[in-house]
Each structure stands twice: as C-alpha cells, then as structure tokens.
C-alpha cells in the first residue's frame, strides 16, 4: 500500500483502480539445458469483484502464472525471470520472503484442486482455520475460533461448531472444499486465485461450489483469478478470458466475445474439441444380440470389527444390477464417485466377488475355473483412467502391447513383434516407436497405447473406466474418435463408464445413470437425454457447466445434500430401486 | 479399542509361546551340554547321569518342555544350574539397569536421528545433507564395539570426563547411552529424511505456505506429526535390535544389565537363565510394538484401532 497506483487508467474514469497488475511475467525453469521459459511476457489486470479465466490445457502455464503470483514456485529451480506482478501498485516479486508471507493467505489467497489432500490430515478444520487467521491478525485463540465459525457459516456448512473438531478425512470432497474456501476468504482477501477448484468434484458438488464462489464474490467483491481447462466453467464465471498455451497467451477477450468470435486458430479448435450435450449423433438401432449380460448383480464388501474380527457391516457397493452390452453398441454407465459404476466394470472381469449371473457371449461367468476365466478374460479387455499408472514404466512399448498375446501363447515373437506395429500404426502412433518406454510419450500418446493394448486380442468388448477423464479435452476429442472408428472397424462393444455427461451424449447408443449401487435410469442417449425422467438424472444433466455464456441458467436451490452411505450393518438392506419401462425400452426407477 | 486391545494381547501371548519353544527347542540340540558345565571336567559318568536325572534333563524334549511351561505359567522361571538363585531374582534384580541405558539409548537414538533427518530434508541436495548422510551410513555400518571403545579412549580414557565403567551414578550411564544412541540414530534420520521429504511435497504443505505461515510453523506444526508416523512404528522394532546390541555394549562398560547376565549364561549353557532372557526381551519386543502402534492414532486420527 506505500507505493500507491497514481496514474488513473487513461479515457476509463468510471473503472475502478486495478487490485492486481501482471506486467511482462516470465517464469523459468533451470534445466541442464538451460533456463526453459515456462510463462512469457504475461501481462493482464484484475479489477475488484471481476472473474478473470486463465484457461488452457496441460502444460500451458497457467497453474505456474498462479504460484508465481502468490510467490510459492517450487524453489530453486522455478523462478520469476522477468516482470512484475503489483498488487495495488507494490511489486510482489521483488518483495523479501517476510513481506510476501504477510500478503499470502491476507491479500491474496488461494484455493487448490485437490480437497482431499490440500488439508492436513492430522490437524482439525478448526485449528487449521484459526491458525490462518491468526497468522496475520493478533487476536486470540477464542476469538479466532469465533471467526473460523463464521467463515464455515459462510461457506454454507452444516453443523459449523462441530466441523471445527473433526478431521479433514471425517468430511466429504464437497465438504472440504467448502473449509479450503473458507480458509481462504475468512480474511477477506483482495485476490482469490482458484486453480481447478472444481475439476476433482463431483459435478453436482461442482455446481454447488460455483454458486458459493459466486455469491461470497458478490457479498465480499473479491477479484478472482480463476485456472480452469473447463471451458463450460469459464463460460459460466468469468467476465474475461485469458486463453494460454505454451507459456504465452494466445487471446484474451470478454468471455461472451471469446464464445462468439474466437480470433485465434487455438481457441477455435479448443471450443470445438470441448464436449456438449446434445450434438451425440443417432445411430441406427443395433441387434438385440447381447456380447454381455448382467442380471441381479450384487457386489458387496464386508467391514470387519468386533472382539472376534467378524463382519459387522457391509459396503453394497453394487445392488441387484441388471443391464445388457449389446454388440457393436456403447453403453454408458454414468454417475459420482462411488456409485458402484467402476465395481461392476471389474464385476465383468472376474476381479470382484459378486451375486448374480454375468454372461458373457453366452457363456456364464459363474463357476469358471482358471483356465475358463482366462479364456473369457480374452473377450473382455480394460483401459483405465491414467494411462501412465496403467503402463509398466520398465518396460518398452512394444512389449506392452505385445504383452497380452505372450500371456495367451499367441504366435511366436516375431509375428507378436509385427502385430505390436500393426496396433501401434493403428491407433496413430509410430510404429518405429515400439522399442521406447511409456514416459516418453505424452498422455494422449499413452491412452492410445493402452488401447493399442486392449484390441491386441481382438476383444468383444472394451471397458473404458474414465479412459478419457485424465486428458486434455483437445486429446480427448481425438481419442474419442479413435475409439468410434475402432468400434466400426473391429465391430467391437463398449461399456463407457464416465462421470462426464457431456462425453456420454456423444459417444453412447445408451446409457445407465447410476446412484449408491443402483441403477435409476437406462435407456437409449437419446431417452436419458432428451427427456430424463429421475430426479437424480435431472439433477445430473442440470449441473453439467454449459459452454456458452448467452445461456443464463436458471437459479438453482442452494442447498448442499450430501449422498447418502452405501454402508449398512449386517442385515440391513438399502431401499430398492425398481426400473419401470415407460415406453420403448426406457426404465425409470421409483422405490419400491 | 477394547476388542482391539484383547485381539492384540492374545496374539502376544501366542508369539512369546512361539518364541519360548523355538528358543527351548534349539538349547534342547545344541550340542553343548550342560550338565558338563554344571559337573566340571573331573567328573565320573555316573555324577554327570545323577546331574542330569536331577535336573530332569534325561526326559524327551516334549516332557521338558511341558514341565519349564507349567512352572512358567506359575510363575517359576527355574533356578540357574550354576548359581542356584532364581532366574527371576536374577532378571528383577538387572533389569532396572537395562531399562535405564535402554531410555537412555532411545532418547539420544530420537534426538540424534530425529534433529540429523529434519535437517537434512529441510537443506536437501546440499553439501550439509551430503554430511550428515555420509555420517548416518558411517553410524549404520560401525561395529558396536569399535564405536563403544573409542568413545571410552577419548572421553573417559583420555579427557576423563566420564568414569571408565559401572553403574551408579548419571555419569556413568552417558557413554553406552551415547554409543547405542549415535549407532542407532544412522536408522532414523535416514527414514526420517525420506518421510520428511516426501510430506514437504504434500500438497497441505503448500495450503500451509499459501496462507502465509512461517517456515518454522509450517515445518514443525504440519510436517513434522505427518512425518514422524513411519518413525513411531519403527521405536516398536527397534526394541528388538536394542536388545542384540546391548550384549556387547554391557560387557564394554561393565553395565550390569540383563545384556551381561545373557552373555555369560550362554558361556555356561545355564539354559533357565538363556530361557528367562529370551522371554523377557520378547517380551519388551511385543511390549514395544504394541505401544507404539497404541500412540499412532493419537497422532494422526485417521487410524482406527480395530
């Protein structure tokens, strides 16, 4: 505050004075090679209670451009190697380590992506709250407690005394979010910088954290700074865009602008990659033939405790599912996290323990021995979300793909060899390729090896679980179409599990929305879609961040709901769903 | 907690069996004998049989074992076949010792190890690092009794600051104190330099830095309790190693310890005495883990005792 802004903003008289000032920023980091520009001559400014989007995808700089902000870059090889960051006209970067440590969490604070590990695990929400109060405010302890109180009051959660003793692991990833906001703004800070907020919630938890970022900005008009990759959130929140790639900014607009007339060729093909709702292409009906077959599924994990080590609860993580995989078809399995949609995937490879019959072309699942299970694991194959846990970083590529085949004694290692090369030209990679190891592609580059992968067998169905979640939604759109283009060439099946209702509309003939184990409504896309019946569906598709700004949503109830436990005491049942057709194969759940 | 406690005294109970007849097997084939011992060279044969029948070691291995068992059970730990006394007097009478150089030990292990590890994650990758790392693998790989002498030349020999040996006074538990401690703290600051080091990456450390906190806040109050976690199961184990070092470290010092009493019952074969310190170290062993897994969810509450 000592060197206070003196120059008003030429010809804008009525424009507030600009809270944060980005002059010029270069980033760096020190390689073997040398200084590696990491952000380049980024310059932009924040007005009080404007949303600014700093949007892009991996790799672009945005993440870095918000550390080097709040002057947290991983020391010593990542640093500011040129310009100025002013926060009501004091330079920030040139500020020494004491005087930063006074504007950090005070003027500019910032919340994270990841909830569930951006907490200390070992210290209550309540001290951790305090703590941040107190690191810049003499008060007392209790008065500290009084105001950490507040500030969870604000952000809307339930029961705020008891929060302040329980333990980040106690709450949910809504939940903890809602603590990280309200560490962050209990100060009432000039600056929130946001990167990915929401990005590891839930999409009805996301909605909720949206409309809560929005409303304290309205009350307290903080700047906010918002990272995303999402462009359906940008178009939701910001009043400017700032799209990156590389290091540098490519363009920078109002957000309605950036929406409707893209300048540049990058943003262009960005919004064209993002995923909508409602452009899945109708494709003809398929046979009714099913390449898999689930009926009355059930798969539950007991919970052990007591003096004798006995099962004293159970988690119904599937209850009495019942669906077919027809062929050649997608079929989606959509909902939040633990609803059961990733068990039933591994139900269908024989690695979890189930109830129920699972027939796969024809053949039940139940009563295999070893061997039968290997046979039936051939027609079955998996592509997992991060495809560089899902590759062993040991060994070469071509003895990844090539993997499956040895493990089936399929041909000699020569025409192994050459059917790797054949998969890797497949799916658009470079057969020459096949003797380098999975980190030195990128992660497109990977899924696509793990897929190379799966159809070494020339499987009747692929599982995707969240294939594409992990990338980049440029890389998504082209392995998606990798994926579509397999499926008509080898006339393979899908089950497409995802928490992404977007990707879902686009690639799926039908779909299955799920909720604590069950399933609540199947159909084709176009039923689910277009006229969803369950109020879980609705819920689902409503929250979904729409790209387009000129679209104003309705208000939606500002009420956090937390979902239910799948965990109940031996002997306990969950309530029932039973699936009611209402016309042409489309099944709504009611309680029975 | 209390199901958890019982399940867990339960299965103590059956290790120290466990270990009570495995060691008792092995004494029982040890092809040392030692009614020999107890007899002495000049002995007739029928001495030596008369020996044996008394002590009951003509019986098969099963009628033995049964017999030490069901004394055991009632408390009785035998009598040594040398000194006649009872081996529980015996251990009652120089455990205190061994407790005392074993806190002792223990403190200046944690606080060595502990202080080295913080220091070295915290100025990772630098020359001070390097050092105490170096000395960490120094400390790790020294023979006891080598450490153990040179300390005595220089202090106690040379500078005379600490008396040469025996028991009594603080001064004389400083040095085996100090050597066990310097022996033992190569172990902790290595694992505690590798969980620091990975808790300083944690993102809550960088919730911690962005709400603008002091470095020394943010390194003891939030990553320190994270990283001492793995170190606490390790106290637990490292009962066990304290227990074979203190054989040699008692001799050196002339520390009345049960470490002492150990070393020159397996010298003489006196098999009850053998018996009664296996079964006491077990039992600090057992004792020790069970603590140390006890105090973990006070530290960090995500653990559930069950």
Known sequence: ?592 | MAAYLIRRLIQSALILLGVSFITFFLLYVLPADPVRQIAGRAATAETVENIREQLGLDKPFVVQYARYMGALLQGDMGRSYLQKTQVAELILSRLPATLLLMVGAIFCELVLGLTMGIIAALWRGRALDQTLMVTSFVTVSAPQFVVSLLLLYVFAVKLGWFPIGGYGTFAHLVLPAVTLGILGSGWYSRMMRSSMIDVLRADYIRTARAKGLTRARIVLRHALPNAILPVIAMIGIDIGIFMGGIVVVESVFGWPGIGQLAWQAIQRVDIPIIMGVTLVSAFAIVLGNLLADLIAPFIDPRIKLR
């Open chain 1, 1 to 592: 505050m000592t060197l206070a802004e003196t120059t008003p903003t030429s010809g804008a008289v009525t424009a507030p004075e600009p809270v944060l000032r980005v002059e010029g920023l270069c980033v760096s980091v020190r390689t073997e090679a040398g200084l590696k520009p990491l952000v380049q001559d980024l310059s932009f400014q924040l007005r009080k209670g404007e949303t600014l989007a700093i949007a892009g995808e991996s790799g672009s700089g945005k993440s870095i451009t918000s550390l080097a902000i709040m002057g947290l870059l991983p020391p010593p090889a990542v640093r500011v190697t040129g310009g100025r960051v002013r926060l009501a006209g004091q330079d920030l970067t040139s500020l020494p380590e004491a005087a930063l440590r006074r504007v950090r969490g005070n003027r500019i604070a910032m919340i994270f992506q990841e909830p569930m590990t951006s907490l200390n695990p070992v210290m209550t929400v309540g001290a951790q709250l305090s703590e941040a109060i107190r690191a810049h405010e003499p008060v007392s302890r209790s008065e500290a407690r009084t105001r950490a109180v507040e500030a969870l009051r604000a952000v809307r959660l339930s029961e705020p005394d008891r929060r302040m003793d329980q333990y980040p692991h106690e709450l949910s990833g809504g939940m903890r979010q809602r603590v990280m906001i309200a560490m962050a703004l209990a100060l009432r800070p000039e600056v929130l910088i946001a990167d990915e907020p929401t990005t590891a919630l839930d999409v009805t938890v996301q909605r909720e954290v949206l409309d809560l970022l929005r409303d304290l900005q309205s009350q307290m008009g903080t700047a906010i700074i918002l990272i995303t990759h999402d462009m359906g959130v940008v178009a939701e929140m910001a009043d400017r865009v700032i799209v990156m790639r590389a290091g540098r900014q490519v363009e920078t607009a109002p957000t309605a602008d950036i929406f409707a007339r893209p300048q540049a060729d990058y943003t262009r093909a960005l919004l064209a990659a993002v995923p909508r709702m409602g452009q899945g292409a109708t494709r003809l009906p398929v046979t009714s033939d099913p390449i898999a077959w689930l009926s009355d599924v059930v798969v539950r994990y007991p919970l052990h405790g007591g003096l004798l080590g006995g099962v004293t609860q159970n988690v119904h993580a599937v209850e009495h599912v019942s669906f077919d995989i027809r062929k050649g078809e997608t079929f989606a399995l959509v909902g939040e996290s633990g609803c059961g949609k990733s068990t039933i995937a591994k139900a269908l490879v024989g690695l979890a323990p189930h109830e129920g019959r699972i027939e796969i072309a024809g053949q039940p699942m139940e009563g295999l021995n070893a061997a039968g299970l290997k046979a039936m694991r051939r027609r079955v194959q998996m592509i997992f979300q991060d495809p560089m846990a899902a590759l062993n970083p040991r060994m070469r590529v071509g003895d990844l793909i090539a993997e499956p085949l040895v493990i089936h004694g399929i041909g000699d290692a020569a025409s192994q060899r050459a059917r790797a090369a054949d998969l890797m030209a497949r799916v658009g990679l470079e057969p020459d390729h096949l003797n380098r190891y999975p980190h030195e592609f990128s992660g497109g580059q990977r899924q696509r090896i793990c897929i190379a992968r799966a159809l070494a067998l020339q499987p009747d169905l692929i599982i995707a679980d969240e294939s594409v979640s992990a990338l980049d939604v440029s890389v998504q759109a082209r392995v998606l179409d990798l994926l579509r283009a397999l499926q008509t060439e080898f006339h393979m099946s899908y089950l497409f599990i995802s928490h992404d209702m977007a990707v879902v509309d686009n690639i799926s003939d039908r779909v299955g929305v799920m909720y604590l184990g069950q399933i609540v409504e199947l159909g084709t896309r176009a039923q689910i879609f277009g006229n969803p019946q369950h109020p879980y569906t609705r819920r689902l598709i409503s929250a979904v961040p729409i790209p387009d700004p000129t679209l104003k949503r309705a208000a939606s109830p500002r009420l956090s709901a937390e979902v239910p436990s799948p965990v109940h005491p031996v002997g306990r049942q969950p309530v029932r769903v039973i699936l009611r057709d209402i016309g042409e194969g489309h099944l709504v759940g009611t309680e029975a």
